[in-house]
C-alpha cells in the first residue's frame, strides 16, 4: 500500500526513527516536518495537502494543539484531533472534562496569582505538588515539603514573564510510583510502572529517570481508559495513572506520548501496532 503520513515534530528522536522505518517497509512515505518552520496560516502550502494524514509528535504542548487546529481547518486528517490535543494539552481543561464525565482525578486547585496559592496551602497538607497548566516531561514541577519554602517557590513562578507560564494547579503529592498506559486507538497495547528512587528525585516521568516495569492492567484500569477515550476519541494516547485512597485516578493524558521506556519493558511490538494503526487510517 502506498500513501503518506507526515510526521509532525521539532526533532527526530528514537520513535520518530523507528516510525518512520517501520512504515517505510509498508511502502507509506513518512516524510518528517520540522514543527517550527511550517508556517501554516491562509492559504495552506499546496505540499502540505499531498499528505494523507499528518501524526503530530510535537513535543511543545502549545504548538500541537496549534498546529492540528490549522491542519484541520484545511482538511488534514491529524492524529490525534485537534480537539484531542488541546484538551490533553491543558492540565486543567482535562481534568476538568474527566470530572464532567464521571472520570476520577485528583484533587486540584488552579492557580492564578499569590492568593489563589495561599488559598491552595489553606486548603491542602503538605507536600504538595504545584506544576503548570501547560507543560509535561516533569519540568517546572516542584514538589513543596516545607510551609517556609512555599512562598519561594511561587516567587519564581510569579517572576516568569509569561501570564500563561504562571497559571498553574496544585495537588497533593499521591506519591512516587504511577503506572502509564500506552494507547492505540482504543486499545491499552501495554502497561508499565514508572517508580523513582524517592530520594533523589521524586517524579516518576521517565525522562527524568525513573525505573519502569511492564505490568497486566485490570479491570478498573480498564475501565478507566476506556471512559476517557470515549471522551478524547479514539488515537494514540499515554494516560498516566496514580493511586489515591484505595483507588487509581487520571493525573494527566500525554496527546504525543513518548513509548521508548514501555516499548522495552513490554513483550509487545508497540511500533508494529502503530503502523498497523496508522496504516489503516490511509484512504
Not at 520513535?15 to 522505518?21: P, S
Not at 511502502?27 to 501524526?55: F, K, M, Q, Y
Not at 494543539?65 to 480537539?83: C, E, P, R, W
Amino acid at each position: 500500500m502506498e500513501g503518506r503520513i507526515a510526521i509532525v515534530a521539532d526533532r527526530v528522536g528514537w520513535e520518530e526513527r523507528e516510525l518512520t522505518t517501520d512504515l517505510g517497509r509498508r511502502g507509506v512515505h513518512a516524510p518528517w516536518l520540522n514543527d517550527e518552520s511550517l508556517g501554516l496560516g491562509v492559504p495552506l502550502d499546496s505540499s502540505l495537502n499531498e499528505n494523507d494524514i499528518v501524526l503530530i509528535r510535537s513535543r511543545s504542548y502549545t504548538r500541537g494543539g496549534l498546529l492540528a487546529s490549522s491542519f484541520k481547518a484545511h482538511g488534514v486528517q491529524t492524529i490525534n484531533t485537534a480537539s484531542a490535543i488541546r484538551t490533553s494539552e491543558n492540565k486543567v481543561l482535562a481534568r476538568s472534562v474527566m470530572h464532567e464525565n464521571k472520570i476520577p482525578v485528583p484533587e486540584f486547585r488552579l492557580v492564578l496569582s499569590r492568593k489563589d496559592f495561599q488559598a491552595a496551602l489553606n486548603d491542602f497538607t503538605l507536600p504538595l505538588v504545584i506544576k503548570p497548566v501547560f507543560g509535561g516531561m516533569g519540568r517546572r514541577v516542584f514538589l513543596i515539603r516545607d510551609a517556609d519554602t512555599a512562598q519561594s517557590f511561587y516567587d519564581y513562578i510569579e517572576d516568569l514573564g509569561h501570564s500563561f507560564e504562571q497559571a498553574c494547579l496544585v495537588e497533593r503529592y499521591l506519591g512516587n510510583r504511577s503506572i502509564r498506559c500506552f494507547v492505540v486507538g482504543r486499545d491499552i497495547v501495554a502497561s508499565a510502572e514508572f517508580e523513582s528512587d524517592g530520594d533523589t528525585e521524586w517524579r516518576s516521568n521517565a525522562a527524568t529517570g525513573s525505573r519502569q516495569r511492564g505490568i497486566a492492567h485490570g479491570v478498573e484500569v480498564r475501565h478507566i481508559v476506556d471512559r476517557v477515550v470515549d471522551v478524547l476519541g479514539p488515537g494514540i494516547y499515554g494516560v498516566d495513572l496514580f493511586e489515591h485512597a484505595g483507588s487509581l485516578v487520571v493525573n494527566e493524558v500525554n496527546h504525543a506520548p513518548a513509548f521508548r521506556a514501555i516499548a522495552e519493558t513490554s513483550e509487545v511490538d508497540i511500533v508494529s501496532i502503530l503502523g498497523d494503526y496508522l496504516q489503516k487510517g490511509l484512504p
